[in-house]
């Protein structure tokens, strides 16, 4: 089931497991009514839930340019990948985060400028560690 289909439930869902993630990624089974048990061995992994915690109005703004870039390339976009694919791909990032965190441009308001150089620096470093995994 599409997004689209479920309307403003998606939302409401997504608002609701967005929030616990963000106030107490922790308390989400017990939200649930479940009791978590077991052991994971996770203390040298990422914290990936406390970057909604710490970021998450900067992710959100970055996820909103990620969209605003989806739809004006959606001609090659169908998979959100397009930035993958994009001929001398780190170096056209560089170019655009530079460029964005100079302002360059009249497109954009310095929150745009500011969201489009943090999309343009995660798709570079992205790149960069996808290249250093070959």
Known sequence: MKKEQLGGQFEFWERDICSLLIEQPSSIFNHLGETPKGEKLSSEK???????????????SVAMRSKKGHIKYEKFDH????FKRVP??????????????????????????????AWNSLARLQLILENKQK
């Open 79 to 82: 998979d959100w990948m397009n």
């Open 88 to 117: 001398n791909a780190i170096e056209e990032y560089t170019n655009g985060a530079a460029r964005h965190l100079c302002e360059i441009g009249d497109d954009e308001d310095s929150l745009g400028h500011a969201a489009a150089t």
């Open 46 to 60: 990422a914290p990936m839930g406390m970057m909604f915690k710490q970021f998450s109005l900067a992710l959100e």
